[in-house]
């Protein structure tokens, strides 16, 4: 009989689900080894499921229950659905087997955080592991995100929590506040991805006391690199010419980031740069990108496809040339908070990467075979031209 978990899981989001957030949660199941109960939410009105994730976590998932709690991504009533029903499976599977002892949270998404918490409150010798994928009450910008929250019953109990921990709980009903909040007042560890993002969370957490407690309690632990069988688990039929050197971006082109300076660079690189390197571009509205490649011109040295999946992504990244990755564009003067979650998955696969990079920022600091600066074509067309004589 395999041995039964006493660490329990409240991830949203989680495998066979797809998505990043549940990748990220798979791979801290495996590398941590040790068995789990896993409660998520049913998310199959917002996200597809993918068989082959299950892989990720090494068999180490016990119990699994993906509660049929209202799906969104941060409003209050789903939030306080997937608490309900979370706690009841808890409460269940700990009268079956006995108390656990550990409990890890990831956010995104926001409502593993009340989960873990109402855990915590319910059983306060259990140790809490809470982890922030990035920060979630303010944007790059310094600017507030904000998720509005009702003050019912069970705001209530956290605004009472965190008062007897002896910290001020937030004046306002921003539910990524409270998010951050409760996990920095009563979570046994906090978990973040990079320096810069801890330091941008704590900087703008409202109450000097809990930070201080939330950089006694927290590490930074950068997201996992799968273990290199994943690399080899779905071989992928995706055709690449012999004759050219392959750069893969797999992502969304988003307007704030600088991925598209590689486009501009493209388009004044030399015929023969041209001719040798091939951009292909795995994303999510690969119509969209298409018109614009063919638009400037670029039909010739750049393939634009849908999204394929994890398994397969991984396969395709150990057989490119080249892995392009890229920073989030932040203000002049503040510090980057972003350390893009596909840097872990492009390292383990072998092959090099070329980061278009802020200077200072997380990305910056990571081992990159080449780099570039954001918004800088000529420095980019260097990068190319390296690429296309390798």
Request: net charge negative.
């Amino acid at each position: 009989m395999s041995t039964p978990a006493r660490r329990l899981v409240t991830s949203y989001c989680f495998p066979p689900y797809s998505d990043t957030a549940a990748i990220v949660a798979a791979k801290r199941v495996h590398d941590r080894g040790e068995p789990v109960d896993v409660v998520c939410n049913a998310m199959d009105s917002i996200r597809h499921q993918d068989a082959g994730l299950v892989q990720l976590t090494g068999g180490l998932v016990r119990r699994f229950a993906a509660v049929p709690s209202k799906t969104a991504f941060s409003s209050w009533g789903s939030i306080v659905d997937y608490q309900r029903l979370g706690i009841e499976t808890f409460q269940r599977w700990e009268a079956l087997q006995g108390e656990y002892e550990s409990v890890y949270s990831r956010a995104q998404f926001a409502a593993s955080h009340f989960l873990a918490a109402e855990v915590k409150l319910a059983r306060p010798g259990i140790h809490w592991d809470a982890e922030f994928s990035d920060p979630l009450s303010h944007d790059v910008l310094g600017g507030v995100r904000a998720a509005p929250a009702t003050d019912d019953r069970v705001l209530g109990r956290l605004r009472a929590a965190v008062e007897a921990a002896g910290f001020r709980a937030p004046e306002g009903l921003n539910a990524f506040e409270w998010c951050e909040v409760i996990a920095f007042a009563l979570a046994d560890g906090v978990m973040f991805t990079n320096e810069h993002q801890r330091d941008f969370m704590l900087e703008h957490c409202h109450d000097r006391r809990l930070a201080e407690r939330a950089a006694r309690v927290g590490v930074v632990s950068p997201h996992p690199t799968p273990a290199t069988r994943f690399y080899e688990s779905r071989p992928s039929a995706y055709e690449l010419d012999p004759n050219r050197r392959h750069v893969g971006y797999f992502g969304n082109f988003y307007a704030n980031r600088g991925v598209t300076g590689v486009l501009d660079a493209l388009e004044v690189a030399p015929r023969a740069v041209r001719e040798r390197v091939l951009l292909h571009v795995f994303t999510s509205k690969p119509e969209e990108l298409h018109d614009v490649v063919v638009g400037r011109g670029l039909g010739d040295c750049v393939r634009v496809g849908p999204f394929v999946g994890y398994l397969e992504f991984l396969s395709l990244a150990r057989r490119m040339d080249c892995l392009l990755v890229n920073d989030a564009v932040s203000p002049a003067g503040a510090q980057n908070p972003f350390l893009p979650s596909k840097w872990s998955d492009y390292r383990g696969s072998g092959t090099p990467v070329w980061g278009v990079v802020e200077e200072g920022s997380a990305l910056d600091a990571q081992p990159l075979d080449h780099r570039s600066p954001i918004e800088h074509a000529s420095a980019a067309v260097q990068v190319l031209s390296r690429i296309s004589r390798s």
